[in-house]
């Protein structure tokens, strides 16, 4: 299977016509007065000849998104074995990452070193978050889970000040394909009143073999114990509200009940590139400072086993009213 069994690693190759692959470095110091996103990715459209390397950055304090180009020429992809890439003086792995960017009003420098990252539980049929999808060609987007939680430690200086990240939390996700979805509400933290608790959601309008599903992924790391809500686990998505101030899930399988909220109210956004055909015309808002009120019921037992507010929490909305399930 190859890289397909280890999606952290860089799926593809600067050869394909039109494809992209990015990863989401999520990092917040101890304060949280400082969060931030850096997005490494490329984007090949060789029939537009428009192919390049960027870093995407979102300031989540103060809703703003800078996007930093290269060539492709930059990017380099440094181990068919782990996360490891350069773009131009940029370094980016699972352990550590290196900033030096110096484009427009920004100069960026420093390093961050990240430690015990949360890793996927890999089995042959689920190696990564999309589980047995992973294997499956032809598909617009995959999805991988690179760290579900680490701490940081070091600093990086942002256009003259210097910011602490020693005792931070950071996470890592990724995403590669051709286009995103033409629809998905995706949202995530890992701050929370329990420090071992992080959690992940994602549905999306999926189209395959010339249909369309709404397919969704939802992962929980919670004391050591990994819980995964997806459509291929057979989980179902059975509320979906969608209101002015936040939005509302009920997610079941046959063991548990996960129940959310998401505020949407008074949250600032940047607005963030997205890829069509490998060229990034498309556009989403993303907010990483929102909030997420998290309930887990053991329905056998009759029990709460998580109950919690995360904070720092990302989302992303895009056309949400189609991925309402049908009553």
Request: neutral net charge; without cysteine; charged residues 25%.
């Amino acid at each position: 299977m190859g890289k397909r069994s280890r999606p952290d690693v860089f799926q593809g190759n600067l050869k394909k016509k039109f494809y992209f692959e990015g990863w989401y470095n999520k990092i917040v110091d101890e304060s949280a007065d400082h969060i931030y996103a850096f997005i490494p990715t490329i984007a090949l459209n060789k029939k537009e000849k428009t192919s390049h390397a960027f870093i995407q950055y979102l300031d989540g304090v103060n809703a703003i998104a800078e996007y930093f180009k290269y060539s492709l020429e930059d990017f380099e992809n440094l181990s068919t074995k782990q996360y490891e890439i350069q773009i131009g003086e940029n370094y980016f792995s699972l352990d550590r990452i290196h900033i030096d960017i110096d484009q427009g009003d920004y100069k960026i420098n420093g390093d961050l070193r990240y430690i015990d990252p949360v890793l996927w539980p890999k089995k042959f049929l689920q190696p990564g978050v999309m589980g047995w999808f992973s294997y499956m060609p032809f598909m617009e987007t995959y999805h991988g889970m690179v760290s579900m939680n680490h701490k940081i430690q070091g600093t990086l200086t942002i256009n003259g000040e210097s910011v602490d990240f020693n005792n931070g939390k950071g996470y890592i996700e990724k995403d590669w394909g051709k286009s995103f979805p033409s629809a998905w509400i995706w949202t995530q933290s890992n701050h929370f009143s329990n420090p071992n608790l992080s959690f992940m959601f994602s549905i999306a309008k999926i189209p395959f073999l010339g249909m369309n599903f709404n397919g969704f992924l939802s992962v929980l790391w919670h004391e050591e114990n990994f819980y995964k809500f997806a459509t291929y686990t057979r989980a179902k998505v059975k509320t979906l509200d969608i209101n002015p101030d936040n939005l509302h899930f009920l997610v079941e399988d046959k063991n548990y009940t996960l129940d959310f909220e998401i505020a949407k109210k008074g949250i600032g956004s940047g607005n963030l590139k997205a890829p069509q055909e490998g060229v990034m015309s498309g556009h989403v808002a993303e907010s990483i400072n929102s909030k997420i009120k998290l309930k887990l019921l053991d329905k056998k037992k009759n029990i709460i086993i998580i109950d919690d507010l995360g904070v720092n929490a990302g989302l992303e909305i895009k056309d949400p009213e189609v991925l309402k399930p049908k009553r």
